[in-house]
Nanobody, 124 residues
């Protein structure tokens, strides 16, 4: 069974919206931290947003005010609401379940779980 499965990607025009989901199928620890990353061809994977159990959230400057991260712990689903999308948001988006902090590499410590990715394409 795949620990994390993303869905909700697709193609939209500039200014459009998408909501990504990440279903978590492994037990969720009390000190969890969940994050979203993205990667474009030829680029390094970059952090987008992270959230912990408080819940405290943190965002990359490039998405602040446009993206919202949330976690439905009861159902084990992590969301990323993306509004006012821009062509530079085009990438494969990945979710991660880890034990870090939203303010340090958006939760990723290098030892957590990752999803397989979902493609987001924003056209002009």
């Amino acid at each position: 069974q795949v620990p994390l499965v993303e869905s909700g990607g697709g193609s939209v025009q500039t200014g459009g919206s998408l909501r990504l989901s990440c279903t978590v199928s492994v037990p969720i620890a009390g000190s969890y931290c969940m994050g979203w990353f993205r990667q474009s061809p030829g680029m390094e994977r970059e952090g987008v947003a992270g959230i912990d159990r408080d819940p405290y959230s943190n965002y990359a400057d490039s998405v602040k005010g446009r993206f919202t991260i949330s976690f439905d712990q009861a159902n084990g689903i992590l969301y990323l609401q993306m509004d006012n999308l821009k062509p530079e948001d085009t990438a494969t988006y990945y979710c991660t379940y880890d034990w870090g902090s939203p303010t340090v590499n958006f939760c990723s410590t290098g030892t957590g779980y990752w999803g397989q990715g979902t493609q987001v394409t924003v056209s002009v």
